[in-house]
């Protein structure tokens, strides 16, 4: 029988509000490993204090990943093993670990996940939307072109569609959606697992009005709902060349506008540059 493999690197989940949401078994490997990398020690340090563990900390976050991913492979080449924390929740889950995970598989190291929270998975869930099929997005870029464009490329996805967001860009972020993707229902999930945990159905629309001049608090994910049928390509190329000209005359490249048409209706970009060129 070949010999069970050693984990080299732990991916330990940890909560995302309430503190208790640690398990047993995330405990149990925080406290084995040989050393903690965590996004933020401070935060961790925390944690680790709640529960009485006593172990080396180093830091793991999106500027010092390059060199800080060499120090802790060089000691899983020693033989140590390392369990990587986030803030909060999953790591590797738009947190750090990504880059470590593939760098470890790519030495031949077993990289084991200890499940717990996911902020995602605990909005879908409550949400109310079909969780049959579902996009995860993450966070949208904060670069007012490439928001479109992402967004553009998700109109006439039929799958519910979960995004990150942070409290004080929600209402923009709510305000894009609402042009991109047009008016649709949407989950606002708010705050899990804290004291102020709230689920609210309601629509686009309703949330930018809803939200609008006010002191937005708490951590967010937007679920919204996939698109109902596919936009139909327009019936005439008269039409989509309407929308082209509309497009120019609002001061846009010829290519950009392609690109924008293309995206909309599922087209190919060349082939409505051909078109209009
Ligand atoms: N790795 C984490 C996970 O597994 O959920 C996500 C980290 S990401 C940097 C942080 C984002 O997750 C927040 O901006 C918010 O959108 C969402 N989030 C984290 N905790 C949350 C909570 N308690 N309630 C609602 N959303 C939360």
Do not use: W
């Not at 609008?212 to 139909?232: D, H, R, T």
Request: charged letters at 30%; glycine letters at 6%.
């Amino acid at each position: 029988m070949e010999e069970k493999k050693k984990v080299s690197l732990y991916l330990v989940a940890t909560p995302i509000g309430n503190l208790n949401d640690i398990s047993p078994r995330a405990l149990e490997t925080l406290e084995k490993a040989d050393f903690i990398a965590a996004e933020d020690t401070r935060v961790t340090g925390k944690l680790l204090a709640k529960y009485g563990i006593k172990k080396p900390l180093i830091s793991y976050y999106e500027h010092n990943m390059i060199q800080r991913g060499e120090v802790i492979l060089e000691r899983l080449r020693q033989g140590e093993t390392c369990a990587l924390v986030s803030d909060a929740g999953t790591p590797a889950i738009s947190d750090p670990g990504e880059m470590i995970v593939k760098q470890c598989i790519s030495e031949g190291f077993k990289v084991s996940a200890i499940p717990g929270p996911c902020a995602m998975v605990c909005a879908l869930a409550m949400s109310g939307m079909s969780t049959k099929r579902f996009t995860f997005e993450g966070f949208l870029s904060t670069a007012k072109n490439s928001r479109r464009e992402h967004l553009l490329s998700l109109k006439n996805d039929p799958h519910t569609l979960v995004f990150y967001e942070a409290p004080h860009k929600l209402l923009g972020t709510l305000e894009d959606m609402l042009e991109y993707l047009g008016d649709r229902n949407i989950a606002l999930v708010r705050e899990i697992s804290k004291i102020y945990e709230e689920t609210v159905q309601t629509t686009l629309a309703n949330a930018v009005e809803m939200y609008k001049g006010k002191n937005i608090l708490g951590e967010f994910v937007i679920i919204v709902e996939g698109a109902k049928k596919k936009e139909s390509t327009p019936l005439s190329a008269d039409e989509l060349e309407e929308e082209f000209l509309a497009l120019i005359n609002a001061g846009k490249a010829k290519s950009e506008a392609a690109k924008e048409l293309a995206l909309k209706y599922g087209m190919h970009k060349r082939d409505i540059y051909e078109m209009f060129k």
